[in-house]
């Protein structure tokens, strides 16, 4: 047997933890059709969290409905990707005169590096409205999925979000899927980018339960037939803290120990395993988070690590003799990228797990 683990973005894990229930409204929405209400849906969370994974699930899950799905990522030209998409859909299905002329308006090309021009966004609405009742007229939909939302050009989005706004009202059968970080999604969502958007069903992603993760390494590893102990097995889960990405790198490295210790997790095999995964962790998570911001806001992040927990802003402003209002822009500029998430009464955490044992671990 090959180790099942993916600590990989994006990669589909040998089982989501965690998740249950999540994809229900969506789920019943794609039986719906229309204008149901989980057919709109925004997954936030923190990096490593499991957002792209559960696009792929909404991804399979609508497939398994018979619906057709676009997946983009919402790098400039976005809207233009997804409308060649949409053409070459309709080509597969549509034979009438009416929906060659229609495409082949549409082939004149979307590939474009940011918005769309006026004339471009009209074969867009038409190629999409076209694709929409031939999907209809079979009983399905189309499900669009963007991940990496809040990098998303402003009126890219808006020229997206009031396309679809104008598919639902005319009754055809289109979902949105979303991912993001946190607060630079609730920005956007609160910046009237697109309004209607604020009415998508909004899943917030967390951690798994500590114990499912044991439950699910103890039963991976009986079934491969390594010989660990429960309390070994208890360890390993606990390091992961339930944080998706770290449940498959300790996992992944507890396998690789088996596979060379002929199927034996020594107590000394599990902690080399653990702090292999940390190592990683630092090394894609972390440093990939960090590499995207100022000195300045690195400061402030080792002003937080001195904290066993949450920090207050005070605090922060005390540690680094700064002003209240040069405290909360940097506040502002981290939680947006991801780094660190509010811990209420005015508190600030880190978004990451092992960021404060890293920062820690490399004093400036
Ligand atoms: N529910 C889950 N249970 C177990 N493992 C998971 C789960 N969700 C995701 N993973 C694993 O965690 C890792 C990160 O998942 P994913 O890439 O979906 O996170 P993300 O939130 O999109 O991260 P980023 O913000 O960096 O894009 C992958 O290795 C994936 O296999
Ligand atoms: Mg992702």
């Known amino acids: 047997m090959d180790n099942p683990f993916r600590p990989s973005a994006g990669a589909t894990p040998p089982q989501i933890l965690g998740r249950a229930g999540l994809l229900d409204e969506f789920d019943y929405g794609l039986t719906l059709g229309s204008g149901a209400p989980g057919l709109l849906t925004i997954f936030t969370g923190a990096r490593g969290i499991g ?4 696009l792929g699930a909404a991804h399979d899950l609508a497939r398994s409905h018979g619906w057709a799905v676009i997946s983009e990522t919402a790098t400039d030209g976005f809207m233009g990707r997804i409308g060649e998409s949409m053409r070459q859909l309709a080509d597969e299905l549509g034979t009438g005169p009416q929906v060659r002329r229609i495409t082949a308006i549409a082939a ?15 074969a867009w609405r038409s190629i999409g409205e076209t694709l929409l009742r031939l999907l209809d007229a079979r009983d399905t939909g189309l499900i669009i999925t963007v991940d990496e939302i809040h990098a998303a050009d402003r009126s890219e989005l808006a020229q997206l979000a009031a396309n679809i706004q104008h598919f639902i009202q005319d009754q055809l ?3 949105l899927v979303f991912a993001g970080l946190p607060s630079a999604v609730s920005d956007l969502l609160n910046e009237g ?14 951690a798994a339960a500590v114990r499912d993760v044991e439950a699910s390494f103890a039963e991976t590893f009986t079934a491969a037939g ?4 429960p309390d070994l097995v208890r360890q390993s889960a606990g390091a992961t803290g339930g944080y998706p990405f770290l449940i498959q790198l300790v996992g992944y490295f507890l396998w690789r120990e088996a596979e060379v210790n002929d199927g034996i997790l020594s107590a000394r095999a599990v902690e080399r395993a653990i702090e292999a995964a940390h190592r990683r962790n630092a090394r894609t998570v972390i440093e990939a988070a960090l590499s995207t911001i100022s000195p300045k806001d690195l400061d402030f992040l080792r002003a937080m690590a001195q904290d066993d927990g949450p920090t207050a ?12 209002n040069l405290v909360a822009n940097y506040r502002v500029r981290l939680l947006a990228a991801g780094l660190i998430e509010p811990a209420g009464h005015g508190k600030v955490t880190f978004a990451i797990p092992g960021l404060r044992r890293y920062l820690l671990s490399r004093p400036s």
């Open 51 to 54: 957002k792209t994974v559960m």
């Open 108 to 122: 004149a090309g979307f590939s474009v590096t940011t918005q769309l021009p006026p004339e471009r966004q009209v």
């Open 173 to 175: 059968p289109i979902g």
């Open 193 to 206: 980018v697109a309004t209607f958007l604020r009415r998508a069903d909004k899943i917030d992603l967390h």
């Open 226 to 229: 390594f010989q660990v102990t």
């Open 313 to 324: 802003a005070g605090d922060i402003g005390l540690r680094l003799g700064a002003k209240t």
